[in-house]
């Protein structure tokens, strides 16, 4: 076991672990937050998607001890004071949530992509999402909830 | 079944230095890990046979791009997202940061490095063709000394190389001579994105006077690691390029390559559709 010192949406915790534990374990396991999701295990479906130090990572494949030090931030840390986040807003009004599982990894991977490309093209939208598999939706209403979270994060004082 | 994480031992030894000192000691033997992105699938699967690892994520010392007039040197620990973002990978070495693109989600492409696609020396693996077609050198290092060598021989098998146990691969040096030349890359797979190679080609070449003057061919799961294809390329050496030379190069590769039936594809897929992204690059070197 080590001790793993780390910030998880704001908050220092100091976890006691295997040293090789998936931080996804360490996430759901140790810190209680479920919101992020198993699919694969093997980095192909982003379900398990945070950022880790602004970076977006599938954390069933980072080691817990890597993560010491660094700053996660979950689907629990997007929201603030239990208000949706305006990109978790758009994806209930377009319908790019339906099972849920994939939904967490894709509002990161979409957090991600806004804060490198402010204005990504369709393209750019696609690319930036394709390492989060969805299988409900066709990707369509995914696509058309990050072009309204486009808009809605370039306005920030009029919501 | 997934491994128990209980069973393994992962050290971070603050320095370089640090973690050749825990390579050369008796208490191995240890892998590194950078990203994870193979290592903890392995992991995931129950299929990590080595118990004691040591981790070289952190290390700013092989996370470094450096470039000079003649060369460009890429720490180890250098990632997929770094690549893509380089300016003088863009302009010089193309084929680099368009395998770097394919190379899994961006998620992957933010943790894994180049040098880990290296060592873990898949002949499906991205960005190694490329590195063969610009003639890339390693740099080793160890506790007790290090050693430079062309990338050609750093493959011996299927998944094996001529890293010593208790060496670390530093770092990759391509020289900065192929602005001149044509760049072909292309990955045929399952799907455009996201999906491993059942075949990938890049190659370089410069024509004069209607003849190819130098041409460089690197290609990935045509055999047990990634190759340069060197009986196709004399093939075409000071050749026009007509429908003869072409068949002529497409049976040099058939004769050099030894696909397999695999789960991704079949060793007959791979051989004519490898022939068929040779030829597509030789109708682009057309005047």
């Known amino acids: 076991m080590t001790q793993i010192t780390l910030t998880i949406n704001g908050e220092t915790k100091t976890i006691e672990a295997p040293p090789m534990k998936r931080l996804l374990d360490l996430i759901r396991e140790d810190l209680h937050l479920t919101g992020t999701k198993e699919g694969c295990g093997e980095g192909e479906c982003g379900s398990c998607s945070v950022l880790m130090n602004g970076e977006l990572v599938n954390s069933c494949l980072v080691p817990a001890l890597q993560a010491n030090g660094a700053r996660i931030c979950t689907i629990e840390g997007i929201s603030t004071k239990g208000r949706l986040h305006p990109i978790q807003q758009c994806f209930l009004e377009r319908g790019g949530a339906q099972c849920g599982i994939c939904t967490p990894g894709m509002i990161l991977a979409t957090h991600h992509l806004l804060e490198k490309y402010p204005q990504p093209t369709l393209l750019q939208i696609q690319e930036g999402l394709a390492g989060n598999l969805c299988r409900c939706t066709g990707y369509t209403r995914i696509f058309d909830a990050v072009q309204q979270a486009i808009l809605k994060t370039q306005q920030p004082t009029n919501n | ?287």
């Open chain 2, 1 to 287: 079944m997934r491994s128990n994480p209980s069973h393994y031992e992962l050290t971070t030894p603050a320095t370089l230095e640090a973690v050749l000192d825990i390579l050369a000691s008796d208490l191995g033997p240890y892998t590194p890990i950078a990203g994870g992105t193979e290592l903890m699938v392995a992991l995931g699967a129950g299929r990590l046979a080595t118990r004691k690892l040591v981790s070289i994520n952190h290390l700013q010392e092989l996370r470094f791009i450096a470039t000079t007039p003649e060369t460009l040197t890429l720490g180890s620990g250098t990632t997929f997202t770094d690549l893509r973002k380089d300016p003088v990978i863009a302009t010089d070495f193309s084929l680099l940061s368009q395998a770097a693109s394919w190379t899994g989600s961006i998620a992957n492409q933010n943790r894994g490095t180049l040098g880990g696609n290296i060592v873990n020396a898949s002949p499906a693996a991205d960005s190694l063709p490329a590195l063969l077609a610009y003639e890339a050198e390693l740099t080793l290092v160890s506790a007790r000394a290090t050693r430079t060598i062309p990338y050609a021989g750093f493959h011996l098998g299927y998944k094996k190389t001529i890293l010593r146990p208790d060496e670390l691969l530093h770092s990759i040096t391509l020289k900065r001579d192929f602005r001149e030349y044509a760049h072909y890359a292309r990955k045929v797979g399952t799907r455009n994105a996201q999906a491993i190679s059942k075949v990938a080609i890049a190659a370089l070449a410069r024509l004069k006077d209607g003849l190819i003057q130098d041409i460089r061919i690197g290609a990935a799961s045509l055999r047990d690691r990634p190759i340069r294809l060197t009986a196709t390329e004399r093939v075409l050496q000071n050749q026009p390029i007509t429908r003869e030379t072409i068949a002529a190069a497409r049976a040099a590769l058939t004769s050099e390559t030894q696909p397999i039936d695999d789960i991704r594809s079949t060793a007959k897929y791979r051989a004519a559709v490898a022939a068929n992204l040779l030829e597509e690059f030789l109708h682009q070197l057309k005047p």
